[in-house]
Every structure is written in C-alpha cells, then in structure tokens.
C-alpha cells in the first residue's frame, strides 16, 4: 500500500486534517514546463512523462533534468498514462475527448482514440463540458488489448446526469494495429461522489485506483471495484496530476507550474 488505505464507514468531511504520509523534498520542475497538467512514471525507461495544457509533453528524470521535450500540436492535454508492456504512452485530450498515442521514442503520435459519450444511450460525458481530466492505464494480461483505462471527468456538481462527477471505464482496441483511428466505449462508471477529479493513478500491486480532486485539495483512495477506502488532505495547488516510481516517491503535477516530489516518511533512503 502506498499509504492507509482504512475503509471509511463515516461520511467525509472537508477540510480534512490527516494528511498524506509523505514528506515535501523540493519542486522538480526546473526547466519550467509550461502548465504541468499530467505526469507518469514510466517503468522500463525509469523516467517521468509530464504533459501540460498548451499540447506539450517532455520526458525528465526523478530530479526534474528534461531529456526530451516536443509540442505536439495544439490541444489541451490532461493527462498522462503508459502500458508497462508496450512502453507506448497515451495523453487523455480534454475537450476533444479522446486519447492519443505516443511512441516514446521521439514523442511521435502513432493513433488516436474518439471516446464514447454515451452509456446504454445515456450520456455521461457532455459536449461543452468540464471534460476529461486525467487518466491511468490498467494492466490485465487476460484482456484482449492488454488492458483497459480510467478516464476522469472533471465534473463540478455531483447531481448533473449528463456531466457526471466520475471514473470512467474504457476498452480501447490496442491491438488493433490497423486502425490508427479508433473508437474507446465505456465499460463501467465509478462514481466517488466527489467533485473536481483532477488526476488519477492506478497501482498494480495493490489494485488500488489513486484521485486528486482539486477543489477539496485531496487524494482519495479506491478498490478496483470502485469503493471508496479512505481521503486524506492534498497539500498544494491546482493539482492536476500524480504518479509514483518504482521507490516509492510520489510526484504531484500542478497546472500552476510545479511538479512537487514527496518522501514517503517513513523510508530511510
């Protein structure tokens, strides 16, 4: 577990007073990339994917040094996620509603993916919307594609139906190498009843699904299934996005233009 994840029976309350287990080290983000607004940890290149809302993405180390940085094209990009398998990256476009995907060798776009707005003919995502926000990809070898994503939608109000404040699920066709066009449909909801869900990382190991809500300036932790285990307090800004590497360290993105690396406090090294 990457902190305590206690299910919570009592109702939630705000400001809360726990805060996450993790000690501020320093901002990283020396180079000043413009508006980080998602990042990952890639796994095999042992580096940091952040991407930023003008369509800019760059690839840096655990320190902030950047080892490759392209503007893609003119697009607001929310967030950012990988297959641990393929090393391939996939940016979540608000707005456009739909997902990109990147070879991270020379941050070049290979597909694209048009997300369904619609659930058994209901809509959940609406045209003019907040929009997608964040997204991590879930690894499941007995998948047909590998895997599938959660996409967040940034929702400001939890009754509006057609908008919702929510997790989505979505099967992507990844290995349909011949579509470079394709089409993402919905799968499942998960509905936190939390407002502003601004970033999202799912860890393997645990099973865990991890969600930053901006306005309450906090990370919740859920099952696979979607319930709710435990909210701490998010110290910061504007957080928009969140990952972890392999050691343990945690790295927020914040769209007012730093990427906070924490200490877990307990860990000596």
Not at 217 to 240: H, M
């Amino acid at each position: 577990m990457l902190f305590g994840c206690i299910k919570n029976s009592s109702s939630t309350t705000f400001p809360l007073k726990n805060i996450i287990p993790y000690k501020r080290l320093k901002n990283i983000n020396y180079s000043k990339f413009n508006e980080p607004s998602g990042i990952c940890h890639h796994i095999s290149r042992k580096s940091l994917i952040v991407v930023g809302d003008e369509g800019d993405i760059c690839e840096m180390d655990y320190n902030g040094k950047i080892l490759q940085k392209k503007h893609l094209f003119n697009s607001d990009f929310e967030g950012v996620t990988h297959n641990p398998s393929t090393g391939l990256i996939y940016i979540a476009v608000e707005g456009e509603e739909k997902i990109i995907e990147i070879n991270p060798a020379g941050l070049t776009v290979t597909r694209e993916f048009i997300l369904s707005r619609q659930l058994n003919g209901e809509t959940l995502l609406k045209v003019g919307g907040q929009g997608i926000e964040a997204i991590t990809f879930v690894p499941n070898s007995s998948h047909p594609h590998g895997g599938t994503f959660l996409v967040a939608n940034q929702s400001l109000q939890l009754d509006s139906k057609d908008d919702i404040s929510g997790i989505i699920e979505y099967e992507i066709p990844l290995n349909n190498k011949k579509v470079k066009k394709g089409f993402g449909k919905i799968i499942r909801v998960i509905q936190p009843y939390i407002i502003d869900l601004t970033g999202l990382y799912y860890e393997m190991s645990t099973k865990l699904i991890y969600v930053i809500s901006e306005s309450t300036n906090t990370l919740s932790c859920l099952s696979r299934a979607g319930i709710l285990l435990n909210v701490q307090a998010l110290p910061g800004q504007r957080q928009e996005g969140i990952t972890f590497d392999s050691k343990g360290y945690l790295y927020i993105a914040q769209d007012s233009g730093q990427i906070i690396k924490y200490k877990p406090i307990n860990q000596v090294n």
